[in-house]
Protein backbone atom coordinates (compact mmCIF):
# COMPACT_ATOMS: atom_id res chain seq x y z
CA UNK A 1 0.00 0.00 0.00
CA UNK A 2 1.27 3.35 -1.37
CA UNK A 3 0.49 5.91 1.37
CA UNK A 4 0.01 9.33 0.23
CA UNK A 5 0.63 12.49 2.18
CA UNK A 6 -1.71 15.18 1.64
CA UNK A 7 -2.90 18.11 3.21
CA UNK A 8 -6.17 18.42 4.64
CA UNK A 9 -8.05 21.24 2.31
CA UNK A 10 -10.59 20.19 -0.42
CA UNK A 11 -8.27 21.33 -3.14
CA UNK A 12 -4.94 19.27 -1.62
CA UNK A 13 -7.56 15.90 -1.29
CA UNK A 14 -8.32 16.18 -4.46
CA UNK A 15 -4.66 16.34 -6.27
CA UNK A 16 -3.19 13.67 -3.61
CA UNK A 17 -6.83 11.80 -4.81
CA UNK A 18 -5.85 12.28 -8.34
CA UNK A 19 -2.78 10.39 -7.98
CA UNK A 20 -4.08 7.96 -5.43
CA UNK A 21 -6.61 6.77 -8.37
CA UNK A 22 -3.99 7.01 -11.10
CA UNK A 23 -1.83 4.50 -9.26
CA UNK A 24 -4.99 2.55 -8.66
CA UNK A 25 -5.31 2.56 -12.00
CA UNK A 26 -1.71 1.20 -12.88
CA UNK A 27 -2.10 -1.33 -10.91
CA UNK A 28 -0.80 -0.33 -7.50
CA UNK A 29 -2.40 -0.04 -3.99
CA UNK A 30 -2.88 3.74 -2.90
CA UNK A 31 -4.59 5.55 -0.17
CA UNK A 32 -4.63 9.38 1.15
CA UNK A 33 -3.02 9.98 4.95
CA UNK A 34 -4.32 13.44 5.84
CA UNK A 35 -1.21 16.43 7.51
CA UNK A 36 -1.91 19.00 9.20
CA UNK A 37 0.52 21.92 8.16
CA UNK A 38 1.34 25.02 9.46
CA UNK A 39 0.05 27.25 6.50
CA UNK A 40 -3.73 25.37 7.55
CA UNK A 41 -3.55 26.26 11.25
CA UNK A 42 -1.82 29.95 10.36
CA UNK A 43 -3.98 33.05 8.70
CA UNK A 44 -1.35 35.40 8.76
CA UNK A 45 0.00 36.81 5.27
CA UNK A 46 2.49 34.03 3.28
CA UNK A 47 4.96 36.67 3.36
CA UNK A 48 5.04 36.35 6.95
CA UNK A 49 4.64 33.21 7.98
CA UNK A 50 6.97 32.04 5.14
CA UNK A 51 7.92 29.94 2.16
CA UNK A 52 7.38 26.50 2.16
CA UNK A 53 5.02 26.62 5.12
CA UNK A 54 2.33 24.34 3.44
CA UNK A 55 5.58 21.90 2.46
CA UNK A 56 7.40 21.15 5.59
CA UNK A 57 5.19 19.12 7.66
CA UNK A 58 4.55 16.74 4.44
CA UNK A 59 8.22 16.47 4.19
CA UNK A 60 8.77 15.63 7.86
CA UNK A 61 5.64 12.81 7.63
CA UNK A 62 7.49 11.52 4.90
CA UNK A 63 11.48 11.85 6.59
CA UNK A 64 9.76 9.97 9.15
CA UNK A 65 7.93 7.33 7.71
CA UNK A 66 4.30 7.91 8.30
CA UNK A 67 3.90 8.24 4.72
CA UNK A 68 5.80 6.91 1.77
CA UNK A 69 4.97 9.86 -0.66
CA UNK A 70 3.41 13.51 -1.26
CA UNK A 71 1.68 15.11 -3.31
CA UNK A 72 2.58 19.00 -3.58
CA UNK A 73 1.15 21.96 -5.20
CA UNK A 74 5.09 22.92 -7.14
CA UNK A 75 4.31 25.92 -7.14
CA UNK A 76 4.46 25.73 -2.97
CA UNK A 77 7.85 23.88 -3.01
CA UNK A 78 10.77 25.90 -1.85
CA UNK A 79 13.55 26.08 -4.48
CA UNK A 80 15.96 24.74 -2.57
CA UNK A 81 16.91 20.81 -3.09
CA UNK A 82 16.17 18.40 -0.13
CA UNK A 83 18.83 15.75 -0.87
CA UNK A 84 16.42 13.34 1.26
CA UNK A 85 13.46 13.05 -1.39
CA UNK A 86 13.29 13.26 -4.78
CA UNK A 87 10.41 14.07 -7.52
CA UNK A 88 10.13 11.74 -8.58
CA UNK A 89 6.94 12.23 -11.05
CA UNK A 90 5.26 15.26 -12.63
CA UNK A 91 1.84 14.70 -13.91
CA UNK A 92 0.46 16.18 -16.61
CA UNK A 93 -0.57 20.40 -15.40
CA UNK A 94 -3.52 22.07 -15.56
CA UNK A 95 -3.99 25.51 -17.19
CA UNK A 96 -1.80 27.65 -15.03
CA UNK A 97 -3.40 30.75 -15.93
CA UNK A 98 -4.59 32.97 -13.07
CA UNK A 99 -8.27 32.93 -12.87
CA UNK A 100 -10.48 36.56 -12.08
CA UNK A 101 -13.87 35.43 -10.41
CA UNK A 102 -15.94 38.87 -9.88
CA UNK A 103 -19.18 39.80 -9.41
CA UNK A 104 -21.70 40.57 -11.46
CA UNK A 105 -19.56 38.55 -13.94
CA UNK A 106 -17.41 41.04 -14.91
CA UNK A 107 -14.45 40.47 -16.28
CA UNK A 108 -11.45 42.89 -15.36
CA UNK A 109 -11.42 45.82 -17.88
CA UNK A 110 -15.23 46.30 -16.58
CA UNK A 111 -14.59 46.47 -13.33
CA UNK A 112 -15.12 50.49 -11.85
CA UNK A 113 -11.74 52.40 -10.29
CA UNK A 114 -11.91 51.38 -6.37
CA UNK A 115 -13.07 47.98 -7.15
CA UNK A 116 -12.15 45.91 -4.14
CA UNK A 117 -10.01 42.87 -5.06
CA UNK A 118 -8.63 40.27 -2.96
CA UNK A 119 -5.27 38.21 -3.20
CA UNK A 120 -2.78 36.11 -1.54
CA UNK A 121 -0.36 36.81 -3.88
CA UNK A 122 2.40 39.76 -4.09
CA UNK A 123 3.14 38.75 -7.73
CA UNK A 124 -0.77 38.62 -8.58
CA UNK A 125 -0.98 42.27 -6.54
CA UNK A 126 1.89 43.96 -8.24
CA UNK A 127 0.77 42.26 -11.60
CA UNK A 128 -3.02 43.89 -11.07
CA UNK A 129 -1.51 47.30 -10.15
CA UNK A 130 0.93 47.71 -12.65
CA UNK A 131 -2.01 47.50 -15.33
CA UNK A 132 -3.59 50.79 -13.65
CA UNK A 133 -6.92 50.07 -13.50
CA UNK A 134 -7.38 52.10 -10.44
CA UNK A 135 -7.85 49.22 -7.87
CA UNK A 136 -7.83 48.49 -4.59
CA UNK A 137 -5.78 45.30 -3.63
CA UNK A 138 -6.70 43.45 -0.70
CA UNK A 139 -4.66 40.49 1.50
CA UNK A 140 -6.70 37.30 1.30
CA UNK A 141 -6.04 33.61 2.86
CA UNK A 142 -8.49 30.84 3.41
CA UNK A 143 -9.45 27.92 1.28
CA UNK A 144 -11.08 28.49 -2.07
CA UNK A 145 -14.61 28.62 -0.44
CA UNK A 146 -13.49 30.96 1.68
CA UNK A 147 -12.25 33.21 -0.96
CA UNK A 148 -14.98 32.88 -3.48
CA UNK A 149 -17.28 33.59 -0.54
CA UNK A 150 -15.99 37.25 0.14
CA UNK A 151 -17.34 37.81 -3.51
CA UNK A 152 -20.44 36.11 -3.19
CA UNK A 153 -21.29 37.97 -0.19
CA UNK A 154 -20.12 41.13 -1.37
CA UNK A 155 -17.33 41.77 1.19
CA UNK A 156 -15.25 41.82 -2.00
CA UNK A 157 -16.04 42.79 -5.54
CA UNK A 158 -13.42 39.91 -6.68
CA UNK A 159 -10.55 37.88 -6.02
CA UNK A 160 -7.50 36.65 -8.51
CA UNK A 161 -6.44 32.68 -7.59
CA UNK A 162 -5.02 29.83 -9.70
CA UNK A 163 -7.47 28.51 -12.79
CA UNK A 164 -5.90 25.25 -11.73
CA UNK A 165 -7.69 24.95 -8.24
CA UNK A 166 -10.99 25.48 -9.42
CA UNK A 167 -10.88 22.73 -12.55
CA UNK A 168 -9.80 20.66 -10.26
CA UNK A 169 -12.04 21.16 -7.43
CA UNK A 170 -14.84 21.42 -10.46
CA UNK A 171 -16.02 25.07 -9.97
CA UNK A 172 -15.02 26.81 -13.26
CA UNK A 173 -18.44 28.02 -13.54
CA UNK A 174 -17.52 30.87 -11.26
CA UNK A 175 -14.63 31.99 -13.34
CA UNK A 176 -15.51 35.69 -14.68
CA UNK A 177 -12.35 35.87 -17.03
CA UNK A 178 -8.78 33.78 -16.95
CA UNK A 179 -6.12 36.38 -17.32
CA UNK A 180 -3.94 35.71 -20.48
CA UNK A 181 -0.12 35.90 -19.60
CA UNK A 182 0.42 39.35 -21.49
CA UNK A 183 -1.94 40.82 -18.31
CA UNK A 184 -1.07 38.75 -15.62
CA UNK A 185 1.89 35.67 -16.12
CA UNK A 186 1.29 33.16 -13.15
CA UNK A 187 3.62 32.10 -10.69
CA UNK A 188 6.80 29.56 -11.62
CA UNK A 189 4.87 25.81 -11.82
CA UNK A 190 1.19 26.78 -11.13
CA UNK A 191 -1.09 23.91 -12.02
CA UNK A 192 1.76 21.95 -12.03
CA UNK A 193 1.93 18.97 -9.40
CA UNK A 194 4.79 17.37 -7.56
CA UNK A 195 4.51 13.61 -6.55
CA UNK A 196 7.45 13.33 -4.35
CA UNK A 197 9.08 10.44 -2.39
CA UNK A 198 12.22 9.45 -0.35
CA UNK A 199 15.30 9.83 -2.89
CA UNK A 200 16.37 5.93 -1.50
CA UNK A 201 13.15 4.12 -1.97
CA UNK A 202 14.08 3.38 -5.59
CA UNK A 203 11.34 1.05 -5.79
CA UNK A 204 8.69 3.77 -5.53
CA UNK A 205 10.42 6.38 -7.41
CA UNK A 206 10.43 3.99 -10.41
CA UNK A 207 6.63 3.24 -9.67
CA UNK A 208 5.39 6.71 -9.42
CA UNK A 209 7.53 7.72 -12.20
CA UNK A 210 4.56 6.06 -15.01
CA UNK A 211 2.67 9.49 -13.61
CA UNK A 212 5.43 11.38 -15.34
CA UNK A 213 4.76 13.82 -18.42
CA UNK A 214 8.03 15.36 -19.84
CA UNK A 215 6.72 18.62 -21.35
CA UNK A 216 5.23 19.89 -17.60
CA UNK A 217 8.93 18.72 -16.59
CA UNK A 218 10.88 20.12 -18.72
CA UNK A 219 8.27 23.58 -18.45
CA UNK A 220 8.15 23.61 -14.35
CA UNK A 221 12.32 23.32 -14.76
CA UNK A 222 12.78 26.52 -16.47
CA UNK A 223 10.54 28.25 -14.53
CA UNK A 224 11.57 27.24 -11.43
CA UNK A 225 15.78 27.34 -12.06
CA UNK A 226 14.56 31.03 -13.35
CA UNK A 227 13.02 31.58 -9.89
CA UNK A 228 15.98 30.25 -7.75
CA UNK A 229 18.75 32.21 -10.03
CA UNK A 230 16.75 35.14 -9.14
CA UNK A 231 17.13 34.03 -5.61
CA UNK A 232 13.11 34.66 -5.21
CA UNK A 233 11.00 32.65 -3.09
CA UNK A 234 7.31 31.26 -4.11
CA UNK A 235 5.51 34.63 -2.83
CA UNK A 236 8.64 36.99 -4.23
CA UNK A 237 7.01 39.09 -7.19
CA UNK A 238 8.08 36.75 -10.50
CA UNK A 239 5.78 35.74 -12.68
CA UNK A 240 6.90 32.72 -15.11
CA UNK A 241 5.46 30.46 -18.20
CA UNK A 242 6.97 27.76 -19.88
CA UNK A 243 5.48 25.33 -22.78
CA UNK A 244 6.64 23.04 -25.16
CA UNK A 245 5.66 24.49 -28.64
CA UNK A 246 5.86 22.59 -32.13
CA UNK A 247 7.58 25.00 -34.94
CA UNK A 248 8.65 23.83 -38.35
CA UNK A 249 12.24 24.18 -39.72
CA UNK A 250 13.18 25.09 -43.46
CA UNK A 251 12.83 21.43 -44.52
CA UNK A 252 9.21 21.04 -43.07
CA UNK A 253 9.79 19.34 -39.95
CA UNK A 254 8.21 19.58 -37.04
CA UNK A 255 10.10 19.85 -33.62
CA UNK A 256 9.99 20.71 -30.17
CA UNK A 257 10.83 24.11 -28.77
CA UNK A 258 10.29 25.16 -25.07
CA UNK A 259 9.20 29.06 -24.86
CA UNK A 260 9.63 30.89 -21.41
CA UNK A 261 8.34 33.87 -20.68
CA UNK A 262 8.77 35.57 -17.46
CA UNK A 263 8.67 38.69 -15.39
CA UNK A 264 9.21 40.58 -12.15
CA UNK A 265 6.94 43.67 -10.82
CA UNK A 266 7.58 45.93 -8.17
CA UNK A 267 5.20 45.78 -5.61
CA UNK A 268 3.77 49.11 -5.67
CA UNK A 269 2.84 48.29 -10.30
CA UNK A 270 5.72 51.04 -11.40
CA UNK A 271 7.66 48.87 -12.91
CA UNK A 272 7.48 45.32 -14.98
CA UNK A 273 10.49 43.98 -16.05
CA UNK A 274 10.02 41.45 -18.66
CA UNK A 275 11.93 39.08 -20.32
CA UNK A 276 11.49 35.65 -23.10
CA UNK A 277 13.45 32.98 -24.63
CA UNK A 278 13.47 29.84 -26.64
CA UNK A 279 15.21 26.54 -26.00
CA UNK A 280 14.64 22.77 -26.04
CA UNK A 281 13.16 20.75 -23.80
CA UNK A 282 16.54 19.25 -23.28
CA UNK A 283 17.50 22.20 -22.52
CA UNK A 284 15.35 23.66 -19.86
CA UNK A 285 17.33 24.10 -17.16
CA UNK A 286 19.73 26.41 -19.56
CA UNK A 287 16.64 28.42 -20.52
CA UNK A 288 15.84 29.24 -17.08
CA UNK A 289 19.29 30.59 -16.48
CA UNK A 290 19.02 32.88 -19.53
CA UNK A 291 16.34 34.22 -19.49
CA UNK A 292 17.08 34.73 -15.61
CA UNK A 293 20.22 36.95 -16.99
CA UNK A 294 18.44 39.09 -19.33
CA UNK A 295 16.20 40.12 -16.18
CA UNK A 296 19.05 40.85 -14.43
CA UNK A 297 20.23 42.69 -17.31
CA UNK A 298 17.01 44.83 -17.22
CA UNK A 299 17.14 45.94 -13.55
CA UNK A 300 15.20 42.97 -11.90
CA UNK A 301 18.19 42.84 -9.03
CA UNK A 302 16.88 46.46 -7.58
CA UNK A 303 13.64 45.72 -7.81
CA UNK A 304 13.68 42.51 -6.24
CA UNK A 305 15.91 44.05 -3.27
CA UNK A 306 12.67 46.84 -3.07
CA UNK A 307 10.04 43.91 -2.75
CA UNK A 308 11.71 42.33 -0.37
CA UNK A 309 12.55 45.64 1.75
CA UNK A 310 9.02 46.04 1.44
CA UNK A 311 7.72 42.63 3.14
Partial sequence: MIRIGTRGSLLATTQAGFVRDALIANGHEAELVIISTEGDRNQGPIADIGVGVFTAALREALADGE?????????????????????????PREDSRDALVARDGLVLGELPAGSVIGTSSPRRAAQLKALGLGLEIRPLRGNLDTRLNRVSSGDLDGVVVARAGLARIGRLDVVTEALEPVQMLPAPAQGALAVECRAADSDLVATLAELEDADTRAAVIAERVLLAELEAGCSAPV???????????????????LSLRACVAALDGSDVIRASGIGTPERARELGLSVAAELFELGARDVLADAGSDR
Wanted: one cysteine or more; a negative charge.
Fill in 239 to 257: GAIAEVVESIDEDGRVFEE
Fill in 67 to 91: VDACVHSYKDLPTARDERFTIAAVP
